[in-house]
């Protein structure tokens, strides 16, 4: 591993409302296979020395262009009361709630915050309105305490946190590096030829943060170049663990892990060695299985290591959180020029993000009691923690990059046509809260 930062690759996903269409969806995508589900972005190498800002409070407010178009309607999504606590131990379903005014804005700026990529970036690449900065999550039955990076800090003092997953668990690594910088910054301690997994440390604290990229949790052959355009199906191993986060395993005491619209892409399938079927392949004599079998054996396969594993870290399951791609998806135009968060009711799940939610919960729900029904290790029990983001993801439209993933997109040309990022988070942003959410977590499972 050698040391310095840049970007990764980003997927995007695609929404339709039946099994059949889904399909058709997949072969759109291959038609726009030079954009694949990843967007590659270069992002220079930045300063481990925080810079000061004035505060985005001071910022002037605006309203992006383009913003006058209709509230799409959807069903309601049902999302389960999952009890959670709060740091006073009263009961209280974390993930159900609103989002509501606050007026102290996020805990950094982005330019006191050196881990933010350009793509995130959406301040200094142009965003006009700072409103999106200004709500917090509150749940019904109960006030969720703000991260707190000091207490956080003293707690992992001495301890090692990995999170597992695609572009959206870097983005949440990122948020919660710059909140805590903002007590002792992070240094980048090494990363991988590609950069998309890298450590950081807080030496003062002997405190480690990993991002390690493995989108489908098992082993995955990916036939792509640097620019993502592939040259053929990827191939999963649906009985493998990818070995980039496995051979680490024993080090972690905090693993956050999540899997989702990966998952979308065409793929052959393998297991025991051998090719079982496929999602949408070019070999019509290979068995079509869908991307729901190819997930649900993925978690399986991943629930069932950390159950039996002698190792026994605290383990934090996060849910897909939905894009908000309005009248066209990724690669036809689609885009997300909204600037505040939605209420309940006003929208709803489309239905992959329903069938990939339902996948994980249920798979979740069944490991949870085989792990509290299984004596353990002599180390105790396996913990698993449901991080249960979508819900409150679904209502914050206004948190993305949207066309500020690109520098001043409209600096010569107000009405230019630019690519939208309307799945990964601004940073500072809504995302920031995922944060408060995870510190319930720890408190609670002291």
Request: with cysteine.
């Amino acid at each position: 591993m050698v040391k310095g930062m840049r970007s990764g690759s980003n997927p995007f996903s695609v929404h339709k409302h039946n099994q059949v269409l889904v399909k058709l969806v997949v072969s759109l995508l291959l038609v726009g296979l030079a954009f694949r589900l990843l967007v590659s972005d270069s992002v220079s190498s930045s300063s481990l020395m925080v810079m000061e800002t004035p505060t985005i409070a001071s910022q002037e407010k605006a309203q992006p262009p383009g913003n006058s178009f209709p509230l799409q309607t959807h069903d309601a999504a049902n999302f389960p009361a999952n009890e959670g606590q709060t740091a006073d131990n009263a009961k209280c379903a974390l993930f159900v709630g609103q989002w509501v005014p606050n007026p102290y804005g996020p805990a950094y700026t982005n330019e006191s915050c050196h881990v933010i990529e350009d793509h995130q970036n959406c301040m200094k690449n142009g965003r006009p309105d700072m409103d999106y900065l200004y709500w917090r999550w509150r749940p019904h039955d109960c006030e969720l305490p703000k991260f707190n990076p000091q207490k956080f800090l003293n707690l992992m003092r001495d301890k090692s946190w990995a999170f597992i997953g695609d572009s959206i668990s870097r983005n949440h690594v990122q948020s919660m590096l710059c909140i805590l910088s903002e007590v002792e910054p992070a240094v980048q301690v090494c990363h991988d030829e590609e950069f998309k997994n890298r450590v950081w440390k807080f030496p003062a604290h002997n405190f480690t943060v990993s991002a390690i990229w493995a989108p489908f949790l098992v082993k995955a052959d990916i036939f792509e170049d640097i620019n993502g355009v592939s040259s053929a199906e990827a191939q999963l191993y649906l009985d493998v663990l990818e070995s980039k986060w496995i051979n680490r395993y024993e080090s972690f005491d905090y693993v956050v892990t999540s899997g989702g619209k990966w998952f979308l892409r065409t793929a052959v399938y393998l297991e025991n060695g051998a090719v079982t079927g496929c999602h949408y392949c070019a070999n019509k004599s290979i068995k079509e299985l869908g991307f729901e079998y190819a997930y649900r054996k993925a978690l399986q396969v991943a629930f069932n290591f950390f159950i039996n594993s002698n190792h026994k870290p605290v383990v934090i399951f996060r849910t897909t959180t939905p894009d908000h791609f309005e009248n066209a998806e990724w690669y036809n135009g689609g885009y997300c020029n909204r600037t505040m968060p939605f209420k309940e009711g006003q929208i709803g799940l489309r239905d992959l993000d329903i069938i990939l939610r339902s996948i994980e919960l249920r798979e979740f729900q069944k490991a949870k009691v085989k792990a509290e029904a299984s004596p353990g290790s002599k180390h105790g029990a396996t913990s698993l923690n449901l991080l249960d983001l979508t819900g409150l993801s679904l209502l914050r439209p206004d948190g993305h990059p949207g066309p500020y993933r690109h520098f001043q997109p409209f600096a010569k040309d107000r009405n230019a046509r630019v690519q939208n990022d309307c799945l990964h988070w601004c940073l500072p942003g809504p995302i920031d809260s995922w944060n408060d959410l995870v510190m319930q977590i720890v408190v609670n499972g002291r």
